[in-house]
C-alpha cells in the first residue's frame, strides 16, 4: 500500500525553483517524512528528511503542512544536474524496525 | 571514506548458475539493506540487516539468501539465478539513530540473467 502520492512527472526551467509536491494523508504522527534522489543509473542519494517542522540544508528546503498531510521539496535554483527521479518517503525508520519503502517517485526534468 | 562499494559491478548469468554479490562498507554503520531495481520501477527491498549476524527479509526475499558475518560486509546470494532476477541490485547502509535513515547506497550491481 502505497503511503505518499506523487506527481509521476515535473519540468522546471533551469535556474528556477522546482517545488515538488508529496501527499501523505495517513501519516502518523512519530513518522519522518524523507526525500531522496535517483540520478539515472547511480544509486538513490539522501536529500533531507523533517517531523514536524520545516527544514533546510545546502541541497533543499523541506515544507510540512501543519496537518503533516503533505510536504513539498523545493530545490531553490535547479540546475540540469537536478533532473532524476525524486522519492518522497514516510516511514518510522529502521529504528522502529520499519526500513523504507521507496515508491515510483517524480521523475524531475530541469530544462535550459 | 570509500563509503559503500559493490562487487561485482557487471555480471550476466546462465539459469541455474549460482553467485554472491559482495557489499562494503566503511561507515562502521549498524543497519544494511539490499534492494533490487527493475526497469522503470522503484526500489524493492530483498532483506536487511540490523547488526551482524543478524538478517531480516524485506519485501520480496525468495530466490535469495543473506549473510552478515561482518559488520562492514553484507553479502546478497542468489542459489539458482532466473531470468527474473535480472535487475539492478544496489546496497545500502545506515547508522543507528531514531529518525535517521540517512542511507549510504552503492553504485549498483548490474545483473543479466540469460
Known amino acids: 500500500d502505497a503511503k505518499t502520492t506523487q506527481p509521476t512527472s515535473m519540468d522546471c526551467a533551469e535556474g528556477r525553483a522546482a517545488n515538488l509536491p508529496c501527499n501523505h494523508s495517513?501519516?502518523?504522527?512519530?513518522?519522518?517524512v524523507y526525500w531522496y534522489r535517483q540520478i539515472h543509473s547511480q544509486g538513490p542519494q539522501y536529500i533531507i528528511h523533517?517531523?514536524?517542522n520545516n527544514e533546510t540544508n545546502e541541497m533543499a528546503s523541506l515544507i510540512i503542512t501543519e496537518d503533516r498531510k503533505s510536504s513539498t521539496l523545493i530545490l531553490p535554483h535547479a540546475t540540469l544536474r537536478d533532473t532524476a527521479v525524486y522519492y518522497c518517503?514516510?516511514?518510522?525508520?529502521?529504528?522502529?524496525?520499519?526500513?523504507?519503502?521507496f515508491g515510483k517517485g517524480t521523475r524531475l526534468s530541469v530544462i535550459a | 571514506n570509500a563509503g559503500v562499494t559493490q562487487t561485482p559491478k557487471f555480471r550476466v548469468l546462465k539459469t541455474g548458475q549460482s553467485m554472491t554479490l559482495l557489499c562494503a562498507q566503511d561507515?562502521?554503520?549498524?543497519?544494511m539493506y539490499w534492494y533490487r531495481q527493475d526497469p522503470g520501477m522503484g526500489l524493492r527491498l530483498i532483506h536487511y540487516?540490523?547488526?551482524?549476524?543478524?538478517?531480516a527479509k524485506g519485501e520480496v526475499p525468495d530466490g535469495y539468501n543473506v549473510s552478515r558475518l561482518k559488520k562492514q560486509n553484507f553479502l546478497l546470494g542468489l542459489e539458482s539465478a532466473a531470468p527474473s532476477q535480472t535487475s539492478v541490485y544496489f546496497c545500502?547502509?545506515?547508522?543507528?539513530?531514531?529518525?535517521?535513515?540517512?542511507?549510504?547506497f552503492g553504485p549498483g550491481t548490474r545483473l543479466t540473467v540469460l
Open positions: 561507515m562502521n554503520h549498524e543497519y
Open positions: 495517513t501519516i502518523s504522527g512519530n513518522e519522518y
Open positions: 545500502a547502509s545506515t547508522e543507528l539513530g531514531r529518525g535517521t535513515d540517512t542511507q549510504y
Open positions: 523533517g517531523l514536524k
Open positions: 540487516s540490523v547488526g551482524e549476524g543478524t538478517t
Open positions: 518517503i514516510v516511514s518510522l525508520g529502521i529504528s522502529g524496525n520499519t526500513p523504507l519503502v
